[in-house]
């Protein structure tokens, strides 16, 4: 077993784990770390546990410290700074023509790298832009193209349902959604019934799809023919979570019937 602490770029953000070395760490503590894009201001998101090692696939990066208030003050400067970057940049790629939409600039927490995340449907030649952004802002920049999905987990807003996006309110990982999965719900193939803001499959349908096939067994499929109360008939209508259906008998209407 081995001593790690899980770690978050973003509150909420997908979980890295992290060697707490020497220090006393607990969730929701800020914390300073060092990465392969330098030194990063970070969240735990979970308290000091024990994995197994052989679910570690790459050398564990150690926290540096326990982030103090002057870090605190820090990152909220970079974030300022990182969203005045963000519509300068923006306001350059208008002027250089340049067919793509930033979404997210990020100051690493010691300033020697800007990332920008940014949407395009075709290919960029962006290697003048980084050397006028470079110029600008004296420091490392990096363009790292994202996804319509990417973005809508970074810019948030509501469903169609009303509430908060699922993806940038709790989902860790943008998981592959199948159109069958909106198939299992009996949903209506209606783009804007199942389709997300970004456009996509609706997320939910991915983590509520092992729910549903729970709730389906033992449910026959609409059209199929049953016996009920020794009377054949047709399944004409199902309703997967109060788990009954309705089978029409000829000459004598339709029955329902609810499993326990």
Same mark, same amino acid.
Do not use: W
């Given at each position: 077993?081995?001593?790690?602490?899980?770690?978050?770029?973003?509150?909420?953000?997908?979980?890295?784990?992290?060697?707490?070395?020497?220090?006393?760490?607990?969730?929701?503590?800020?914390?300073?770390?060092?990465?392969?894009?330098?030194?990063?201001?970070?969240?735990?998101?979970?308290?000091?546990?024990?994995?197994?090692?052989?679910?570690?696939?790459?050398?564990?990066?150690?926290?540096?410290?326990?982030?103090?208030?002057?870090?605190?003050?820090?990152?909220?400067?970079?974030?300022?700074?990182?969203?005045?970057?963000?519509?300068?940049?923006?306001?350059?790629?208008?002027?250089?023509?340049?067919?793509?939409?930033?979404?997210?600039?990020?100051?690493?927490?010691?300033?020697?790298?800007?990332?920008?995340?940014?949407?395009?449907?075709?290919?960029?030649?962006?290697?003048?832009?980084?050397?006028?952004?470079?110029?600008?802002?004296?420091?490392?920049?990096?363009?790292?193209?994202?996804?319509?999905?990417?973005?809508?987990?970074?810019?948030?807003?509501? &469903?169609? #349902? !009303? /509430?908060? *996006? =699922? $993806?940038? %309110?709790?989902?860790?990982?943008?998981?592959?959604?199948?159109?069958?999965?909106?198939?299992?719900?009996?949903?209506?193939?209606?783009?804007?019934?199942?389709? &997300?803001? #970004? !456009? /996509?499959? *609706? =997320? $939910?349908? %991915?983590?509520?799809?092992?729910?549903?096939?729970?709730?389906?067994?033992?449910?026959?499929?609409?059209?199929?023919?049953?016996?009920?109360?020794?009377?054949? &008939?047709?399944?004409?209508?199902?309703?997967?979570?109060?788990?009954?259906?309705?089978?029409?008998?000829?000459?004598?209407?339709?029955?329902?019937?609810?499993?326990?």
């Amino acid at each position: 077993m081995i001593r790690v602490v899980g770690i978050s770029f973003k509150k909420k953000g997908q979980v890295y784990f992290f060697s707490p070395g020497n220090l006393h760490i607990k969730r929701g503590d800020n914390v300073i770390v060092k990465t392969e894009r330098g030194i990063q201001f970070a969240y735990a998101e979970t308290d000091i546990i024990e994995i197994e090692e052989n679910k570690i696939t790459t050398p564990l990066k150690e926290v540096i410290r326990v982030a103090t208030k002057e870090d605190y003050y820090t990152n909220e400067k970079n974030i300022k700074n990182s969203l005045v970057a963000l519509q300068k940049s923006k306001k350059i790629i208008e002027d250089m023509g340049i067919n793509m939409q930033l979404i997210d600039a990020t100051y690493s927490f010691d300033k020697e790298q800007l990332v920008f995340k940014f949407i395009s449907e075709s290919r960029i030649d962006f290697r003048d832009l980084v050397k006028e952004l470079a110029a600008i802002f004296h420091t490392r920049i990096e363009m790292r193209q994202i996804g319509v999905r990417d973005k809508a987990k970074e810019t948030g807003g509501c &469903g169609i #349902c !009303g /509430r908060p *996006l =699922c $993806c940038s %309110k709790f989902l860790k990982d943008l998981e592959s959604v199948s159109i069958g999965m909106a198939k299992n719900q009996n949903l209506s193939l209606n783009p804007s019934k199942i389709n &997300g803001s #970004c !456009g /996509r499959l *609706l =997320c $939910c349908l %991915k983590y509520e799809d092992k729910t549903y096939n729970e709730l389906k067994e033992g449910l026959p499929k609409i059209g199929k023919k049953v016996t009920v109360n020794n009377e054949s &008939g047709t399944v004409i209508s199902v309703d997967i979570l109060k788990r009954k259906y309705s089978v029409e008998i000829e000459g004598k209407g339709i029955v329902e019937v609810e499993l326990d």
